[in-house]
């Protein structure tokens, strides 16, 4: 367990993470995000890899129809009404190509009594 963003205000503009490293025995990871919930009417998140050149590349999805691929930038929201006062969020990820990572975090209305904390979780199988 990894802390890569303290406990913090959220704000209304994305705030990124410290960096975070996953090593090839990892072969998965996932963030925790620690949310205190106050009058935010949501919050996003995306992932970005680092490159060896350290220059960060957002990830995608795909989806495939017909035989072509559609790629869209990857991004989670969930909205803060379903959201206990203290709750604690778990994104699962595959390993994908990069060996550093960091989360981009925000919340979407609201005047910032929310708060978050973002955890990484590395799983060895």
Known sequence: VEIIRAAAASTTSYVASSDFVVQPHHKQFGLQLNITKGDATSF?????????????????????SAG????????????????????????????????????????TGGTGTDSVEIVVRKAVF
């Open 44 to 64: 996003e998140w995306y992932l970005e890899g680092k490159d060896e050149d350290g220059n960060y590349a957002r990830l995608t999805s795909s989806s495939v």
């Open 68 to 107: 072509t691929a559609t790629h869209s930038l990857l991004a989670n929201t969930i909205a803060a009404s379903g959201l206990a006062t203290d709750e604690k969020i778990f994104d699962p990820y595959e390993r994908y190509a990069y060996a550093r990572y960091r989360c981009q975090f925000k919340r």
